[in-house]
């Protein structure tokens, strides 16, 4: 799996002065897709593939450098809560999403047998798409998935069984108990 941050409609505008700034004179040295989305949609120059722009998309600030106080706050639980889980994870900060209504946690989910096309699914959270489309102001998140690739991923033979247990955490506070206690049922050895 792999996460970061894009911060929040408060934080992000300073991500990305300094981002258009540090591209600088820079910026003629990208292609010809990077030097439009420098002008049009900034963040979408970490999506880049070419070879020649990547040293450059390198050299860029990385958007966790530039979280307010609220967003470096939950991405820090999000990690946390990671790695209690122990799931692998690593941040990449080349992972943003490009549309303004992402907010604050990006991922996706990697599979390790598909080759240079592994991402088996991305998404992440949504403040404000609701609002953008006539309903009221709420947070969400979601995802999109290849369902080919996933078919791809998938172990051969029967489908999986009915879960033995589904924990549920009733409140921010129960979540880090939730995750152990999942986890550890998880890690519970079949007779």
Partial sequence: MVVNSVGCRECRPD??????????????????????????????????????????????????????DGCDEHFRKVTAQLTALELDY??????????????????EVLGSALGAQNALLGGGRYDGLVRQLGGPDRAGIGFAAGMERLVL??????????????????GEAARPAAHVL?????NISEP
């Fill in 90 to 107: 690593r941040v990449s900060h080349r992972l943003v999403r490009g549309l303004d209504y992402y907010a604050r946690t990006t991922f």
């Fill in 153 to 170: 991923a998938m172990p051969e033979g029967p489908g999986a069984s009915a879960p033995d247990a589904f924990v549920v955490a009733l």
């Fill in 15 to 68: 991500f990305g002065g300094a981002l258009l700034g540090a591209l600088g004179e820079r910026k003629s040295r990208l292609c010809g897709d990077c030097r439009r989305r420098a002008d049009t949609n900034p963040l979408r120059i970490f999506d880049c593939k070419v070879p020649a722009c990547q040293p450059i998309v390198d050299d860029l600030p990385h958007s966790t450098d530039y979280l307010c």
């Fill in 182 to 186: 999942a986890l550890g049922l998880f």
